[in-house]
């Protein structure tokens, strides 16, 4: 089974995707610990019964992990994991690091995929939402540097805006003084 490591010095513990975990089934123990993630949400963890021995670029390893929902990788090497190689020499250039296994070299490359873009109707978007438990959604679309927006607007629609036209317009400087005028103390 092929699947995606990011190597997280900012993560504490090593983790693996909680849905890997199950299909690969590999029992939890223990209460569930809550674990805040970088952008603050808390998520539950549960520390895996026994170590995972996995093979990574031809070096085998085993480590302790906990789950968590992971979304766009299988497993995270945090600093638990990092400090057992410790110390380990990075090349952010090259994307890789070298330390000792024992007294064997290790060097781990980044791997080098192609992003797959595929364009789904709005339909399957829905059910696939329903579906997941998490992940992300994104929208692209080209635009063209120094290209003006030609977004066609509706008769009705364009007709309102140039009815209103002094209330759409961009504003020009602070707003006129009114009989209620307020401000606003900032420290």
């Known amino acids: 089974m092929e699947i995606l490591i990011l190597v997280d010095s900012g993560s504490t513990h090593c983790f693996i995707d909680e849905r890997l975990a199950e299909t690969i089934q590999l029992p939890a123990i223990g209460n569930p610990l809550t674990v805040r993630v970088a952008d603050g949400e808390q998520l539950e963890s ?8 996995w ?7 085993t480590h302790q992990f906990n789950t968590l929902k ?17 110390p380990i ?3 952010f250039r090259q994307l890789s690091m070298k330390f000792l296994q024992g007294k064997q070299p290790v060097e ?15 339909s399957k978007l829905a059910k696939w939402k329903k579906k997941q438990t998490y992940g992300i959604t994104v929208q692209l679309y080209v635009m063209k540097e120094g290209e003006e927006d030609t977004e066609v607007i509706p008769a ?7 009815q209103f036209e002094g209330v759409f317009a961009e504003p020009q400087g602070m707003p006129p003084r009114r009989s209620h005028d307020h401000s606003i103390p900032l420290k």
Not at 55 to 61: I, S
Not at 156 to 162: A, R, T, V
């Open 46 to 53: 549960r520390q895996l019964q026994g170590t995972i021995q």
């Open 108 to 122: 781990l490359k980044r791997e080098i995929s192609k992003t797959k873009l595929k364009a789904i109707k709005g």
């Open 70 to 86: 992971l979304g766009s990788y299988h497993m995270v090497l945090g600093v638990d994991w990092l400090a057992r190689y410790s």
């Open 89 to 91: 020499e990075f090349d």
């Open 156 to 162: 009705e629609m364009k007709s309102l805006l140039d």
């Open 55 to 61: 093979e990574m670029q031809g070096n085998k390893f």
